[in-house]
């Protein structure tokens, strides 16, 4: 068997996830049916962690095992062109037997978009979490560094999560806006994130630049542990992974 490593993209708005599940459809699932066919066995994919319905990766790294040695360009080629048109396999190298796509992840980089267009954009109702109220960029650019540096973010986790260690080191947290004012782009990362974090974050976040929340609470938030401390959970399609680092 020959390990392989590859970068995916994919359009989350259809898929129920990444990871298969018993029902709906899943990044994992089409790509396993494309390589069992090209394998004609089969073949099981892991990736560098799950991402939710909705949610959409330029960056996702999988590895499986194929039994034969193919040249990368056709491996690559044929994973491309035989998956759904919503996913895109961007690379394709051979790897150490003992490479493994989410045990050895180093960092992982996220964006987050938010449509703060008056009105909101049809083309980016998918691509974009919408937030229609008034928004105060410097006192959220104000709050983003307390997320910055290890600490138990158990107020930032969905209550749905079975982690036990809370615990994660934050490396990056920005926000810059577009030319014409009406997109919002977080930049998180870090050496892992827990389930919603980001969304959750942001969620937060939101709330700080609306007046809702002060710009000093983040902190207490974070010392409290506890989620029903932090903002709502933003919505999945402004999530997208964008890379994974080992």
């Given at each position: ?18 990871q298969?599940?018993?029902?709906g ?36 790294v ?65 691509y ?85 929340m ?33």
């Amino acid at each position: 068997m020959v390990r392989y490593k590859a970068i995916i993209a994919y359009d989350g708005t259809n898929f129920n996830g990444f990871q298969r599940q018993t029902t709906g459809r899943t990044v994992q699932e089409e790509v396993e049916k494309t390589l069992t066919k090209m394998a004609n066995q089969r073949v099981e994919i892991h990736g560098s962690g799950r991402t939710d319905a909705g949610v959409h990766a330029s960056g996702q790294v999988i590895h499986f095992d194929f039994p034969y040695e193919r040249p990368l360009e056709k491996m690559r080629f044929g994973l491309d062109t035989q998956t759904p048109e919503d996913i895109a396999v961007k690379s394709v190298e051979i790897v150490a037997e003992n490479f493994h796509s989410r045990y050895l992840v180093k960092e992982k980089i996220y964006e987050f978009r938010v449509d703060v267009g008056k009105p909101r954009s049809p083309f980016r109702r998918f691509y974009a979490s919408y937030f229609p109220y008034p928004v105060d960029i410097e006192k959220i650019k104000q709050a983003l560094p307390d997320f910055l540096g290890t600490h138990d973010f158990t107020s930032f986790c969905s209550t749905g999560s079975s982690v036990d260690d809370k615990v994660r080191t934050v490396y990056e947290a920005k926000l810059s806006v577009n030319e014409a004012g009406d997109e919002l782009l977080f930049t998180f990362r870090g050496d892992g994130f827990l389930y919603k974090m980001i969304r959750i974050m942001v969620g937060t976040l939101l709330k700080i630049g609306n007046d809702r929340m002060p710009v000093d609470c983040l902190p207490e938030i974070i010392a409290g542990k506890d989620r029903n401390l932090a903002g709502p959970t933003a919505h999945p399609e402004g999530l997208y992974l964008k890379e994974v680092r080992y």
